[in-house]
Every structure is written in structure tokens, then in C-alpha cells.
């Protein structure tokens, strides 16, 4: 047997046993568990730290939701799911699937009740700042590209970022939350277990798993599956180095130590197949506050690459893959305004002509650039990449100045979107297409919603969705 | 057990023995038999087909060799293997794999005489034409970027595409040559045979395969190991779409019927690592005859994005991967010639504004672009692209026309690149990076030198290259 993977037949006994035996306490796990759980499964979570979270309690804690949801609703939105389904087909990457977009936004109202219901709080005011993640304890706020070309024109905006009721930072209430209800629930949780291996069965079936604790091995029968919410593989340099080694020159990488691809891998050694595993969440929050959207982002040849006004995942993704991860915002005095995020002033010229000799940039670039962008600004337009007029001025007020928004030591954050090929109630693929039984997986392990261009509150989205459907169809066996 | 992969416990018996079995008769599986043979290996290879050859026979022929090959002294071309490394590590994508690489490159004048020894001719006469894939039966060609900017000013450029003595098509006189080699080797060749599944005994070891014949499974043991040489995955929908869903854009995928995705499967099934599946060779030759490249190469929002000198394997990239597919190339009535390939002409104007109306450019953009080429064009430069001064001249002679270089129907050709993880000597690796024994992979069934921007003939290079190792390493047991 490949390493990770453990014949059945050579288990001379079961540790411990359960129906399900759900792997890492993060979102989707704790969704899987509460669900599996609530749905009569002897259920058994395993955690490789000491306490649950993850990365999901690291995070911002914004979920995306929509279509109408209550929160939406008293903040005064109007949402449908139509609209939000058309949204993140055209937003969320090339090829995102399509079967789960549909159920995630015909579910998205009763799944906001639903974490309601767990006791995660929501205050039903709308952030009017400039933030996916605000430094507000409101509950709804912006957290995509829905106000933008081409977006705006594809399907009704509306904010569809959740966030808990917490300042700052809602991750750690969102987990706090889900882990106490995980706890109060029939579900046992065994912390410090770290998963090394699945235990198949001669026929393909997956019987349990190998948990390390404390340097000893646990073999834990799970009679009904295992489900795997291990997290991505961003912590893990030969998964990122195969699969996407541009993300190696990002200076933040977004994930709890856990995020070392092990249960992908160990999904992978039973047969699994992993798909999108190039795909990324790349940030580049470099226009907050908002009017700083009114500069230009610039690329090395010194030619625009996108609308400004794109959601941040939306600009580093396009910096990183698109524009070999160089890109200046480029500011007049008109506009000049301290970046939320310590960003080194590159250059100040009195001139375009002078700040494009101090950036290094080819004779004659930025000048032709802003040429350009300035004819069409006077008009409040901008045709060539269609940012909002909201954003459009002339950049013509001496000193001008640009940000590096892309050199070593920028908030330049990534996390993986790639994982195990899954169906819509979380059952594992392989590499035939074949479910592999008892195996269901949800979160970053698995290829979600999102396969590019990130939105903020997709993965706790499709995490805590699709780890409820992982739960319930693994309590069925 | 998963689809693909079957318990050496479950086979009742061998139909066929072996000590080693090369699934896979296109140009990485000759070399493979061929080695393994001469090392004493009872060697059986396996091709689905009716006869050898797979997508090699249907390709160009173009091998990239060089360090200073006899052919390319007898050219007239100095070389080194460490120009050519410097070379490869530069332009082959993000993340290469250094140490095939260096082996590749140090071995490649040994390698060319291998060749020549298997009765592959070729003809010590330059090509002076403007093709990766000569017309002629000439034997050395440009094949890469090696003159274009950043490259040349890299390592000392040096024409390095290999191809064997027959006008237009030199891959099916390089897959006769090779398979006739085969035939009078002691290997045994089974045709109409397709591998179904790997055998794998309870400790890891692969100990061989079941093929499928005429409707009929037969169990072929294998002693000392199994060879992957099934080609990429360019012919499967399923795996395009979840690794370069881009690529469906495409017009042409290069491959035989046979470039299924089977070989990766079956490895995976067994637990092999498949890594870089999201690279792509994305050929775009548009500016052929050379004389195009003295155009502009725009994309929809009318800028210019790459060196139009660049080599074709390199315009498709950029064009497909990172500025949405869209690419027009746009002449003045000075550069205007017939392109080689049939290429729609987009627009034509009296002016660059008509032009740009036409194509329903963002108004003033291709002007602008224009304007700030032809500045530095009327001193014979190009410092934004670094085009090479020799295609570079004002474009200010009307009338003024586009070529549409990526629509439907556009010679727009691609094949994969990444596939399983092997090492130097073609041992498959498993998701933990340990090697799975009794099993080897070589040619576009992993992913070799090439993870991006790809120069002609490395595809057969490496295959060859390390079909050798592989072939040799398998011999070993």
C-alpha cells in the first residue's frame, strides 16, 4: 500500500469506533459533524491541534451568502438567487461547477438561518466602508466584484458578505460558535489526533482511518465514512511548488499551520482525484481605502490590467498569474491618500514623465498610459477597462506617486482552491469518476465553489454548505 | 480496490509474463523498450493501437537537443550544455525541474548520437526559414525564444531543434525509425492492447497490468516493472476541464486518440502524484512568415502584451492563459504579407482610429499603443517589449489591418504538459514524494522538462531522454 493508505487487513484491531469520523475541526468539519450528528451517526471528530478553528477561526469570518437572505433582507437588499448564481458563474473562475453553484444559491437563505439557529450572531446593519472584512462589528458588507464591468452588467449587485458580530476580526466568533455547538452536540471531538492514514477495504471501501496522538497510532473504524476537512496545502512547499509555484513569491500565506494538503494527500493515496489544484486566492487589498481606486494600477510595461475598482482577489490574482506579479498604483495629489495597508511609496514625480524614469519603467509608457485613462477621465468615462465613474478622474494634480503594491513584505495573501473532486453532497471522485465509498470530504480539501477570482466568504460559504451535506450523506452510509 | 488499479491477490493468473512492460509504443515507450532491452530485460510492449507511433508520428519531429551537438557543429553552431541549461531553466516555465534539467542538458550530445545510432537521420544543412517545423528535409532549426528578449541576454543562443531527414513532417519518419529499432530489438511488441488497470501487491509494488485485447482482459506480469509511455491528457474532456479549463478554447488539440489521460489515471489510481496539470503547450503561429512579426501583436483592450518575436509556443501562452484569448495582429501595408496559416482578416482601416473602430477597441487605445510603438519604431527600438530591433519599424502606412489571431477555427493548438511525478530515472512518486515501486513513467504521461512557455521539441526530447532512463532503471528491478 501507498504510504498514507492502510489494507484493511492488516488492522489487527479498532482503537475506537463510530459511524462517522470527521477530520479536523474548521468549519466544514464542525458542519459535517453538527449534521452527521443531527442525523443519528455516532460521530467522531478528530483534530490534529489542541482545540478546534483552524484556519477558519483565523479568518475574517465572512461567509457569502445571498439570494435574499434575512440579514440581507433588514439591511434593506433585495437578493435572489438567480441573480447571485449568475454572479458567481461569471466571477468565480473559468469552469466552476455548476451543479454546486445552483444548490449553493438555492440553499443560501435557509443555510444563514441555519448558522442563526447554531448561535452565530449577526447584526443587521450594513457596513458602508471600504473593506471585505470590517473593522465594524455590522453584518453585511461588499465582498466581491458584484458593482463591477462585467459583472454589474450580468446580474443584480448586492453585498453578500455575512459577517458575524465582532470588530476587526469575526473568525474566531464563527468558530468559537460552531466548535460550542459541536461540543454540546452528541458529536465526540478528540483533539490532538492527527490523521497519517485511511484504512480501505479489499473492495475500495473506506473502512476508518490511522489517527496519530502523542506519537501512538489509533485505528478508528468509521462504520457509515470519514469525511475530510483538513484544509488546503498552502503550508506544504512541494504541493505548492508542483501546483502552483507563482504563489511562492506572495508574502502571507493565508492558513493555520494545518493547511499542509496531508488529507488531500491522504485522499489522493486512496485513489482520489484532485482537481483546480492550480487555482488560488491571490489579495491584493491595495485600493482600501475605496478612493484610492481612483489612482491606476499599473504592470511593468506600464499599461493598465484591470479596472481598479475589482475586488481586491480579483486585482492580485490578475498581478500574480496575469502581469508576473508586478503591479504600482499610480496617484496624483488629487487623489493621494495613505494606503490602509503599510505599502512603500516607490516613487513621487512632478511629471508622469519623471515618476515613469524614477520606477524604471520603458520611455514613454506611463505617459502614453495616462494619456489615455486622463482623455477619457475628463468625460467621467473610463471604456478601456471599465471602472465605475465613481472612481474616474483625471489624474493631472503634480506631485504624482506610486505605491509597490507587489514587492517582497506587500500584504500579498494567498490560500489554495484546489482539492479533492467531490460531488454535491461531498462524496469523494476518483480518478475514473467513480465515488470512492465511504469517503466524503468538504472545505479546502475538496474544489469548492470558487476556482478563481476570489470573492471574500466563499470557503467558509461552501465549507460550512457542503460540510453539512458531507455530514448528512455520511450518516447515511 | 479503485477503478484502475487491481490486488495482485485477485489475479488467478498471468496470461503473460515479463520482466518488464512498456505500456505505450509512441517515442518515450520505443526509447523505453529499446533500453530496457539492451540492459537483458525480457521486454513486452503494449500499444493500444493497431501499430507504434501515438502522437509522436503525427508531430513535427522536432527534438531539442543541443550542449554542441555534431549536428549542430556540422551547422556550424557553437553551443554548450550550459548556454542550453541556462536557456531551458529561463524559459520553461515557472518551477522547472532543475535536476532533469541539468541531466538533460549535460547528456544531450550523447543523446543525439543514441539517436543516430537507431538509424534516425538527419541532414547537416541549417533551415533558414521561419518554422519550428521546417518545409524542407533540412536537419537544424530554431525551435525556442532563444534570440528574443530576456533570453538572449541570458545565455548565448544557439539553434537547438533537431529534426530528422523528411520534408514537412519529420515525426513519422522519427517513429518508424524508432519502431523498426524496436522490432529488431529482443523486445516483443503486443498491439491492440490497452492497459486497464495497474496490479499492485499488498506492499506497493506494482507487479503489472491488466490489458484489454479485443474485448478480452489478459494479466501481464511484469518482474521488475511496469513503464507508463500513454501520452498527455489533451483527449479527455473531463481532465481539460478540471486542469486547464482554458484550453477548450482552443481550436486544435495536438494528440493522438490515445492522449486519453489513461497512463496518468492508472498511475493515480495507484497513488502517483500528478503535478504542473495546468501547464500547457499553446502554440499561436501567427507570425509566420517571419516578416509578421515586424506587426503588433494587441489584445481587447488594444495593448500590446508580449515581444511579437517570441516563439510561437510562447504567444499562445500569453495570449490564451493571461489576456483572455483574445490576440489581433495588426500590419501597416509595409509589413502586410499572406500568413502562413489561414487567419481571418478582422478589420482593415484608412486610419489606426478606423482600425480600431472596426474592431470595437476601446477608442483611442490602439491609437495609443501605435503611437507610442511607432515612436520608439522611428529609432529602430522597442524598450516596452524588447522586440528584436530587426522586426521593428514604424507601422504608419495605410491602409492599416488586423488578423484575428484566436477566433474558432484559428490554428490555435495545444497539448499538456504535466502528468505524473517522476524522478531522473522515471520512478513514479507517489503524494508523499516516495517513489512506488515497480513503477516508471516517462514522455507526456508526466510532467517533464517543460511546465510552460514551451520551445519545440522538448516534448520528444525528454521523452526520449528519459524514456531512456527509464527504460534502463526498470531493467534494474
Redesign the interface.
Known amino acids: 500500500?501507498?504510504?498514507?493508505?492502510r489494507?484493511a487487513g492488516d488492522v489487527r484491531r479498532w482503537d475506537e469506533e463510530c459511524d462517522v469520523a470527521v477530520l479536523g475541526l474548521g468549519a466544514a468539519g464542525a458542519a459535517a459533524a453538527l449534521e452527521a450528528g443531527r442525523a443519528g451517526a455516532d460521530t467522531l471528530v478528530l483534530e490534529r491541534a489542541g482545540g478546534g478553528g483552524g484556519t477558519s477561526a483565523m479568518s475574517g469570518g465572512v461567509l457569502y451568502l445571498g439570494g435574499g437572505t434575512a440579514l440581507q433582507r433588514a439591511c434593506g437588499f433585495e437578493d435572489s438567487p438567480e441573480a447571485m448564481f449568475a454572479y458567481l458563474m461569471a466571477s468565480s473562475g473559468?469552469?466552476p461547477d455548476e451543479a454546486k453553484m445552483r444548490l449553493y444559491c438555492e440553499g443560501s437563505v435557509a443555510h444563514y438561518d441555519w448558522l442563526v439557529e447554531q448561535g452565530v450572531p449577526f447584526k443587521p446593519v450594513f457596513y458602508h466602508g471600504c473593506s471585505g472584512e470590517p473593522p465594524t462589528d455590522d453584518g453585511l458588507v461588499w465582498s466581491g466584484s458584484e458593482r463591477v464591468h462585467p459583472f454589474c452588467e450580468i446580474a443584480a449587485p448586492a453585498p453578500r458578505g455575512h459577517v458575524p458580530k465582532m470588530e476587526h476580526q469575526a473568525g474566531p466568533l464563527l468558530m468559537q460558535t460552531l466548535c460550542q455547538a459541536v461540543e454540546k452536540s452528541p458529536a465526540r471531538i478528540a483533539t490532538n489526533h492527527r490523521g497519517v492514514a485511511l484504512v480501505q477495504e479489499?473492495?475500495?471501501r473506506i473502512a476508518g482511518l490511522v489517527a496519530e496522538s502523542f506519537g501512538e497510532e489509533r485505528a478508528i473504524r468509521a462504520r457509515r465514512g470519514v469525511v475530510l476537512t483538513t484544509g488546503g496545502f498552502i503550508n506544504d512547499d512541494?504541493m505548492i511548488?508542483?501546483?502552483q509555484?507563482?504563489v511562492?513569491r506572495c508574502s502571507f500565506r493565508v492558513g493555520a499551520e494545518g493547511d499542509d494538503g496531508s488529507g488531500?494527500?491522504l485522499g489522493?493515496?486512496?485513489?482520489a482525484?484532485a482537481?483546480?489544484?492550480?487555482a488560488a486566492s491571490i489579495s491584493l487589498p491595495v485600493t482600501q481605502p475605496w478612493g484610492l481606486k481612483r489612482g491606476i494600477l499599473i504592470d511593468a510595461?506600464?499599461?493598465?490590467?484591470i479596472s481598479e475598482d475589482s475586488y481586491y482577489g480579483r486585482l492580485g490574482e490578475w498581478a500574480l498569474?496575469?502581469?508576473d506579479g508586478r503591479a504600482w498604483l499610480v496617484v496624483d495629489d488629487a487623489v493621494f491618500e495613505k494606503p490602509e495597508y503599510p505599502r512603500e511609496v516607490a516613487a513621487v514625480g512632478e511629471t508622469p514623465a519623471e515618476l515613469e524614469r524614477e520606477l524604471r519603467l520603458?520611455?514613454?509608457?506611463l505617459e502614453?498610459?495616462l494619456?489615455?485613462y486622463n482623455?477619457?477621465a475628463e468625460r467621467g468615462c473610463d471604456?478601456?477597462?471599465h471602472k465605475s465613474g465613481e472612481y474616474v478622474q483625471p489624474l493631472v494634480k503634480p506631485p504624482f506617486g506610486a505605491f509597490d503594491c507587489t514587492t517582497e513584505g506587500s500584504l500579498y495573501a494567498a490560500f489554495t482552491l484546489g482539492g479533492l473532486?467531490t460531488d454535491v453532497d461531498g462524496r469523494v471522485q476518483?480518478?475514473?469518476?467513480?465515488v470512492?465509498p465511504g469517503l466524503f470530504g468538504a472545505g479546502r480539501a475538496t474544489s469548492g465553489l470558487a476556482?478563481g477570482s476570489y470573492s471574500s466568504g466563499l470557503s467558509l460559504g461552501d465549507g460550512t454548505f457542503f460540510g453539512r451535506r458531507a455530514g448528512r450523506c455520511a450518516a447515511r452510509g
Do not use: C, K, N, W
Open positions: 500500500m501507498t504510504s498514507g493508505l489494507d473559468e469552469s479489499r473492495d475500495g512541494e511548488a508542483a501546483h509555484p507563482l511562492r488531500i494527500r489522493m493515496a486512496a485513489g482525484a482537481i483546480h489544484m492550480d510595461s506600464g499599461q493598465r490590467f498569474f496575469h502581469h520603458p520611455e514613454g509608457s502614453a498610459t494619456s489615455l482623455r477619457h471604456p478601456v477597462f473532486r476518483d480518478v475514473a469518476g467513480e470512492i476556482v
